[in-house]
């Protein structure tokens, strides 16, 4: 199975700072790379996918790269809706995996 | 509008079986993929199953493989999980998402249930 590993596992930032989220695999997956924002309570709700590509509604401030095993998301500038822990997930083959997650707090 | 209603979860006794359910509605349920995915109270996503837009196929996690069985009735616009032998690590809210494949490839889930508590506990 595919691994994901995810870092930081937390951080702690400001409105207006740009956020940098790695996601590794442990073998590659072309671009079968999608990310989700979940906040407390709530379903996760869909980002990017295809590595970069920004789903629909979706602000332009989020975006993420990458392809292989290495990937990163980007949150331009914070906003306050954006504090939300956020996961990657790998869908190159079954069993499809997430990352263990990266919260994102308020400095 | 995409809608996505899960049901079926509740307390029960290690050991014990659970049939999940999740309503489909705003989109043609036949034509598109579908997945279960858990989250452990305080913990993580987990992709646990998924199945075909047809039904031919489906796939599990390693952790549920021969416990549990994803299905569906596309005439109902309903997708199920069949669990048994349920552990208490299987505790989680269970979520079902709508999937997105084309040409033997998936790459995304797009729309996602609130999901359903699952308690395994005596």
């Known amino acids: 199975d595919i691994q994901l590993t995810q870092s930081p596992s937390f951080l702690s930032a400001s409105v207006g700072d740009r956020v940098i989220i790695t996601c590794r695999a442990s073998?590659?997956?072309?671009?079968?790379l999608a990310w989700f924002q979940q906040k407390p309570g709530k379903a996760p709700k869909l980002l990017i996918y295809?590595?970069?590509t920004l789903q629909s509604g979706v602000p332009s401030r989020f975006s993420g790269s990458g392809s292989g095993t290495e990937f990163t998301f980007t949150i331009s500038s914070l906003q306050p809706e954006d504090f939300a822990t956020y996961y990657c997930q790998q869908l190159n083959g079954y069993p499809f995996t997430f990352g263990p997650g990266t919260k994102v707090d308020i400095k | 509008e995409v809608q996505l209603l899960e049901s079926g979860g509740g307390l029960v006794q290690p050991g014990g079986s659970l049939r999940l359910s999740c309503a489909a509605s705003g989109f043609t349920f036949s034509n598109h993929a579908m997945n279960w995915v858990r989250q452990a109270p305080g913990k993580g996503l987990e992709w646990v199953s998924a199945i075909t837009a047809s039904g031919g196929d489906t796939y599990y996690a390693d952790s549920v493989q021969g416990l549990f069985t994803v299905s569906r009735d596309n005439s109902k616009n309903t997708l199920y999980l069949q669990m048994s032998s349920l552990r208490a690590e299987d505790s989680a809210i269970y979520y079902c998402?709508?999937?997105?494949?084309?040409?033997?490839?998936?790459?995304?889930?797009?729309?996602w249930g609130p999901g359903t508590l699952v308690t395994v506990s005596s």
């Open positions: 073998q590659g997956i072309s671009r079968y």
């Open positions: 295809a590595a970069s």
């Open positions: 998402a709508k999937g997105y494949c084309s040409g033997g490839s998936c790459y995304y889930h797009d729309h």
